[in-house]
């Protein structure tokens, strides 16, 4: 009787330690196919471009895969339970983006301009660089709730990050927009870090204020409205978004910041009329600042007849862009299955080819199939970090991974939407795949805070401390 008993004690207390497996030798896996697949692409666009294998092949395949390597290692070490597909899927992006990057800048039209540079070693330092502080991230945020308590720190940095570039002798003006700042002959993009930033001080405030945002006083034409001082928020939020738009011309940091906030407003207070009162408000910002904005009317025009913007600038009228019907044709010629990496003209759309339009090169090069194939990682991403928020144990958690997710998905629309047409052309960057070191630094430690996340909503429960008088007040049946 006593060994019947001891057994079952045993058994009871230990349930609770199985838990859900770490997945990290399926990370591996995938990850050796997220190194693998930019290395064949690399050897393929060098051989389509010179009729050779690039010397550098060996090199990059081997940097690459040590880099993600070691990121596997800080992810088995330090958040064993996390999501195994993020690292990579964002390890796929980055490498691909090297290699179009590289592809580019081979492009002897692009060589012949005066502004060229090569921009794949700078990109490979900046993508070391992001891996690095995705490491550090991993290292030093031992619990994602920790953020929580510098929910005020985090508005007044995301508030001095958007100002930086408006500071004489430290912002530039580059093509109408004040995005950028400059340090030590290095531009920088603070707008990349502020959405993080900002991320943070939404979750930290909407979890202690949502209970009243969520109050309706009325319902109309079954929507629950607001109460008045219960937009404030949004106001704040939609004031802030208008002034960048106005003062740093930057209409895809406007719509970004403005969106997560809407975002994370619905999923915190789950009213849909918060959404219909910031599309609402958004349509009225941007409609009030193109009336009297050059900058943004240009944008608008070449969205509305590109045609007439290539026209225009081909007869030389200063400040008409032919790049958006560029980027047109590119797509177009790509068909469905592409002309092949190395084989396109898109380095024709000039400077901006490898980090505004890079999609056009994907586009046609890699057709149709390749770019719903990039989208696709995207949207992997994205739903990757709605499971991590679903799966989140703490409210914090839940609206910094829906807001972290939702920026990134927001990101990728508002370039992917702009090259193609779809929108404006925002000036933005797509992540991890165009040139720009801010971007990709910055969307790297995103998806490092996603990674913790995980990590922690993934983790099993401890196991129960076992009773030592679980003996003696069992009943054992005969």
């Known amino acids: 009787m006593s060994s019947t008993t001891n057994t079952s004690t045993q058994h009871t207390s230990t349930i609770g330690a199985i838990g859900a497996p770490s997945r990290r030798n399926t990370e591996l896996a995938l990850l050796a196919f997220a190194v693998a697949i930019p290395v064949f692409a690399y050897a393929n666009a060098g051989l389509a471009i ?24 800080a992810v ?61 991230v991993l290292v030093f945020l031992k619990d994602h709730r920790v953020l929580q308590r510098y929910t005020y720190i985090s508005m007044a940095a995301a508030l001095v990050l958007l100002l930086l570039p408006l500071v004489p002798g430290l912002g530039l003006n580059v093509f109408g927009a004040r995005i950028w700042i400059s340090i030590f002959g290095f531009t920088i993009q603070p707008g990349e870090f502020a959405k993080i930033v900002l991320a943070i001080f939404f979750a930290g405030y909407l979890m202690v204020k949502r209970d009243a945002l969520a109050l309706a006083s009325r319902r109309f034409m079954g929507l629950y409205l607001p109460r008045g001082r219960d937009l404030g928020p949004i106001l704040v939020v939609w004031v802030l978004s208008i002034l960048i738009l106005v003062f740093e011309t930057d209409l895809g940091t406007s719509l970004l910041f403005f969106g997560m906030f809407v975002i994370m407003l619905y999923v915190a207070t789950e009213r849909t009329s918060w959404i219909v009162f910031g599309l609402l408000m958004s349509a009225a910002g941007a409609v009030g600042v193109a009336s009297f904005e050059i900058h943004v009317q240009q944008r608008v025009q070449a969205w509305l007849d590109p045609m007439r913007e290539y026209e225009l600038s081909q007869q030389g009228i200063v400040g008409h862009s032919q790049q958006s019907m560029e980027a047109l044709w590119a797509f177009g010629s790509g068909g469905t299955l592409g002309t092949g990496l190395g084989q396109g003209n ?25 770019v719903m194939a990039i989208l696709l990682v995207y949207g992997l991403i994205v739903e990757r970090g709605i499971r991590t928020s679903l799966a989140a144990r703490d409210p914090f958690g839940k609206l910094l991974a829906v807001g972290l997710s939702g920026a990134f998905g927001l990101q990728v629309f508002v370039v992917a939407g702009g090259v193609m047409g779809l929108i404006p052309l925002t000036g933005m960057t797509l992540p991890f795949v165009a040139y720009g070191g801010s971007s990709v630094i910055a969307n790297w430690a995103l998806i490092g805070i996603l990674i913790r996340i995980s990590d922690t909503a993934r983790r099993p429960a401890p196991a129960p401390a076992p009773n030592p008088d679980a003996e003696m007040t069992q009943v054992v049946r005969p």
């Open 50 to 73: 010179s009729d050779q294998v690039p010397a550098g092949l060996l090199a990059y395949g081997l940097g690459l895969g040590l880099v993600a390597g070691i990121c596997h290692l």
């Open 76 to 136: 088995r070490k330090f958040a064993p339970y996390a999501d195994p597909l993020m690292l990579p899927l964002a390890t796929l992006l980055n490498g691909l983006g090297l290699v179009v990057i590289w592809r580019l800048d081979q492009s002897e039209r692009l060589q012949l301009r005066d502004e060229f540079f090569e921009a794949s070693p700078r990109q490979l330092l900046y993508s070391a660089l992001g891996m690095a502080l995705f490491i550090a």
């Open 346 to 370: 898109s380095d024709l759309i000039g400077f901006a080819a490898n980090s505004d339009f890079i999609l056009a090169t994907f586009g046609e090069e890699l057709g149709l199939a390749g």
